[in-house]
């Protein structure tokens, strides 16, 4: 019997390349592992939770001809698992991976004339519970099966679902179920109760578990999905692991998904779990299927061992009725073609979806060329939490980097410049390797940036691409670098790009000044002062100039001018839509309580005291609002200066004694209006990047605050104010 040492929560995000030699027909045979009997039952939550794990994986073979291939099915991305991490160690294989939806297969192929070999892999996991609310339609529904189900209703050799026993079991069953819901429960509790566990003995079909009314854990996950398949329900059986003991060995578990309502609702007869699985099981294929398929005459063996780890991250939020609780979205998803002796190595950190198609031509393109390829992305965010995960996701995977023949860094704007100075941080030299930055960002900023990094990383050259560019572009001229050593800028002609370029030569063509600007956040960087944080400082003054144009030539009134710009500039971290809600909630909130303390009669430290008490505990409910949603700008919340969120709120309850209600609501609507618009005019406009390439433009903005400090005309809404009374001027005449 093979053996376990426990569970894998699942292994790679993303789809890889198939091998380019074909190995020899072999006659081959199937493992079916053996199954777990006699699983815990828990109750089910109420929200999901997410566990991580580190799993490594075992494989040892023997009598195995050259060009022979071992084949394992590896476990995919959904709803309830994610991998974060991968490392394959294989001396004497090829490795590869061959997708087939909705299974993921890993193809280890022998190249050497040795006949025995060992396969290691580590990943690291997290596994979240998946809950589901059965959907409540009609029985009469379920004859509609979509095509791409269909499949799910033909019987197998194990799975008999139109022998007439099956489908008369399945007929008095169902007989008095109105809805989905019903006939699911019905035919799940007559298999969770109705049939014995016991441990297996042989490969049970569902015809002889209902005949014998006990069975495996296996044998009964069959005997249901039968019992669906014959009820015009598609069901397929799942083969997974269980995580929850770490010190025993384990065999598989399984069972069973029915696709009622468009979704795969999961059934877990012998665990006890009807429309949801814990965090502690991993699939590994859908389908009733051998885990292992080896050329006969071979022989494997393999084993899990598996560790829980700790690792920060936000929960998952609570169920929706009719809907899948997904796990939080991942800081990191990574693909990786892993080739034994590349010829080349690519590194490639984007914030961009790469459609399907394009990744599997990518990494079958990797593998052919024999390009060892490692793609890692992080999650849609804000532009300053986009900055955040990719200085992490680089700094996580230094050695990675440095191993790199060509690294390539690809963002939707300028977020990829910032990313790689991280490597600055760390004192990383690339030697002659070259690094691509890619994204939509002014070519004058791409050169101070790009020059930058050139001097920090001292690579063989840093190539801009200041455009928006398509997946096989990039590739395209990837490939041709890293194999041809085709020059960047020649390769990327042929697709009609105009990269920037920055090595010895076009640095010593820079001015003096701009040298000693770029030496000057170099040294920055270098003594570990992020430039995020510079353009912070130097983006204060430009609001501030924006501010007075609007308040002078415009004549908006707000609450004095450093409220709009704080505002505007915590903005910049969280995004404009949740910005508003922090604000809204905080300041809503703040003149509910300060309202309640006027009857109280405080004086007016007191008052600000409790005020910013309390904005400080609805900060930290939001931050635990954002950690329990997966909601990453509410957990930026405190950038908030809690002082003058109390000074807004206490100058709100001031408006209003001596202006009334309606003036106070002005003045509040017109501060947040004129935040809005600084942080739009700075988030479009690329102003940060600017003014860190050029912070002499901070010169223009005193011009502008000295010409308007000596305005004395009207204002714009003055002019729109005082415009009838010069109307009727003119009937006098």
């Known amino acids: 019997m093979r053996t376990f040492l426990m569970a894998l929560p699942w292994l790679l995000l993303g789809s890889a390349a198939l091998a380019t030699t074909t190995p020899t027909p072999l006659p081959t045979t199937g493992v079916y592992p053996t199954t777990q009997d006699h699983l815990p039952q828990r109750e089910r939550p109420i929200s999901a939770t997410t566990t991580y794990w580190h799993v490594k994986f075992l494989l040892r073979a023997s009598n195995l001809p050259s060009g022979s291939a071992v084949r394992v099915l590896l476990p995919v991305s959904d709803a309830h698992q ?64 979509q095509d791409a189900t269909r499949r799910y209703l033909e019987p197998s050799a194990l799975i008999q679902s139109r022998e007439a026993a099956i489908r008369q079991r399945a007929r008095d069953l169902i007989a008095g179920a109105q809805t989905s819901d019903q006939l699911l429960w019905n035919l799940f509790q007559f298999v969770a109760t109705a049939i014995r566990t016991v441990p297996a003995a042989t490969r049970e079909d569902a015809l002889t578990v209902l005949q014998r009314e006990r069975g495996s854990v296996t044998g009964k996950a069959r005997l249901l999905a039968a019992l669906l398949q014959a009820s015009g329900v598609p069901a397929r059986v799942v083969g997974g692991l269980s ?70 991250g936000a929960e998952p939020s609570a169920p929706a009725r009719g809907r899948i609780v997904a796990p939080p979205q991942p800081l990191a998803r990574m693909a990786s073609a892993y080739v034994e002796q590349p010829l080349a190595t690519v590194v490639v ?53 440095q191993s790199a023949h060509v690294l390539l860094v690809h963002t939707r704007d300028d977020a990829g410049l910032y990313a790689g100075l991280v490597l600055g941080e760390a004192n990383i030299k690339l030697g002659d390797s070259r690094v ?44 041709a670098n890293a194999i041809d050593g085709t020059p960047i800028d020649e390769a990327a002609r042929k697709w009609g790009l ?35 944080a ?80 309390v904005v400080a505990g609805i900060m930290a409910g939001l931050a635990i609002l954002g950690a329990s949603f997966g909601i990453g700008a509410l957990l930026n919340v405190s950038i908030f200066p809690m002082v003058i969120m109390s000074n807004m709120i206490e100058n709100f309850a ?23 618009l600084c942080y739009l005019t700075v988030e479009w406009g690329g102003l940060q990047s600017l003014l860190l390439s050029f912070p002499e433009l901070l010169l223009g903005a005193i011009v502008i605050d ?28």
């Open 498 to 532: 105009k990269p920037v370029i920055v090595d010895v030569l076009s640095y010593e063509r820079l001015g003096a000044y701009r040298k000693r600007v770029i030496g000057a956040w170099a040294r920055a960087v270098t003594a570990q002062v992020p430039l995020q």
């Open 82 to 145: 994610e991998a974060q991490q991968r490392t394959v160690r294989a001396p004497g294989f090829r490795f590869a991976e061959e997708p087939a939806t909705p299974n993921l297969t890993g193809i280890w192929i022998r190249n050497h004339e040795e006949r025995q070999g060992e396969i290691e892999a580590e990943y690291e996991f997290a596994v979240s519970d998946r809950i589901y609310n059965p959907p409540s339609d009609p029985v009469g529904r379920l004859s509609s099966v």
């Open 706 to 733: 000295v010409a308007l400090g000596k305005w004395r005309g009207l204002r714009a809404l003055e002019y729109k104010r005082f415009w009838p009374l010069t109307s009727e001027r003119q009937l006098w005449r």
């Open 349 to 401: 950190f984007t914030d961009q979806n790469i459609p399907r198609a394009a990744s599997e031509r990518i990494f079958r393109e990797a593998n052919e060329a024999q390009i060892d390829l490692v793609m890692l992305s992080v999650p849609e965010a804000p532009r300053y939490f986009r900055q955040q995960y990719l200085q992490r996701l680089i700094a996580n995977n230094l050695p990675l980097v």
């Open 654 to 676: 001031s408006s209003r004694a001596q202006f009334g209600t309606r003036e106070a609501v002005r003045l509040t609507a017109n501060t947040l209006l004129l935040a809005s």
């Open 243 to 312: 995580l929850d003991d770490a010190t025993k060995k384990r065999a598989t578990i399984a069972w069973v998904e029915a696709h009622v309502g468009g979704t795969w609702i999961p059934l877990d007869p012998s665990g006890g779990h009807f429309g949801w699985l814990p965090n502690r099981y991993l699939a590994l294929y859908r389908g009733d299927l051998p885990l292992i398929v080896h050329p006969a005459g071979a022989s494997v063996d393999y084993e899990f061992l598996v560790r829980r780890i700790r690792k920060e």
């Open 436 to 479: 691509i930055i890619a994204g939509q960002f002014p070519k004058v900023v791409g050169t101070t940036l790009g020059s930058v990094l050139f001097q920090l990383l001292d690579a063989g050259e840093v190539a801009l691409i200041p455009q928006p560019t398509t997946w096989p572009a990039l590739w395209a001229l990837v490939r």
């Open 534 to 613: 510079l353009t912070f400082i130097l983006v204060l003054p430009v609001i501030a100039a924006l501010v007075v144009v609007i308040r002078v030539l415009v004549g908006v009134e707000t609450f004095g001018i450093f409220a709009p710009v704080i505002v505007s500039l915590a903005f910049l971290t969280t995004g404009l839509k949740w910005g508003l809600v922090i604000f809204v909630a905080i300041v809503g909130t703040g003149i509910l309580v300060r309202a309640a303390l006027q009857r109280v009669r405080l004086q007016l430290v007191s008052r600000l005291a409790i005020l910013i008490t």
